[in-house]
């Protein structure tokens, strides 16, 4: 099972921030935050990862709260191509690799 | 640098035909996964490989699949005897193989069985 939670759906205004939360309470010390996302069924996007430190990259932000027991992706001017369904995924640093998928939120962002 | 690739991009088969799938890591990539998303559902990693190894095929049928990652070549997903419930999109992934490395995604092969 995922060990994250993610709300459903999410919508936002074209040109506003989106802010995407996960609920993570079980994270362990050596797990990794990945966030993916999935436009109308393609294949899954990287976006980006972090530890515990705030990330910072040409798509996204991803803010992890200290106790780490949470996070959120942010995108700072979402546009409509970035509708699309938005996955947290928690993993583990060692060879355990493969990933554990929910169902994620979907993102509409709306003219 | 071209991405992870997948082919076919759609394959229909008749039950109790065979299907295979392939996947060209990205350059530079030795480990290759293949993930299974069912219609509304999520992904559900199916096997991970290296060259010429199996590591981990926890989410692999027991019946009917197999994969592989030659030395040379691409990895290959091989569904036997499909039947109606194999329909779904497979994705194929590649990483580097260092312990945190990003998993990268192919666009995925649809697989109809009629």
């Known amino acids: ?111 | 640098n071209a991405g992870v690739m997948q082919n076919p991009r759609h394959l229909v088969r008749r039950r109790g035909q065979e299907a295979r799938l392939r996947c060209s890591p990205m350059k530079g990539h030795s480990h290759v996964y293949w993930y299974r998303q069912l219609p509304e559902e999520g992904l559900k990693f199916m096997v991970y490989l290296q060259k010429e190894n199996i590591i981990d095929e926890s989410g692999m049928p027991k019946e009917r699949f197999s994969a592989e990652f030659p030395k040379e070549g691409p990895s290959i997903l091989r569904i036997q005897q499909v039947v109606r419930g194999d329909s779904a999109a497979y994705f194929c992934a590649s990483s580097r193989g260092t312990d945190r490395e990003t998993q990268y995604f192919g666009p995925g092969t649809r697989l109809l069985v009629l």
């Open chain 1, 1 to 111: 099972d995922a060990k994250t939670t993610q709300p459903t759906s999410m919508d936002c205004a074209e040109g506003r921030a989106a802010n995407l939360p996960c609920n993570h309470s079980t994270i362990s010390g050596n797990e990794y935050v990945y966030w993916y996302r999935q436009i109308h069924s393609q294949g899954p996007q990287y976006i980006i990862h972090g530890l515990k430190n705030n990330e910072t990259n040409e798509m996204a932000s991803l803010i992890i709260t200290e106790d780490r027991k949470s996070s959120t992706l942010i995108l700072p001017h979402a546009t409509l191509r970035d509708t699309a369904v938005y996955y947290c995924i928690v993993r583990n640093a060692g060879n355990n690799r493969k990933l554990i998928w929910g169902l994620g939120t979907s993102l509409a962002v709306n003219p």
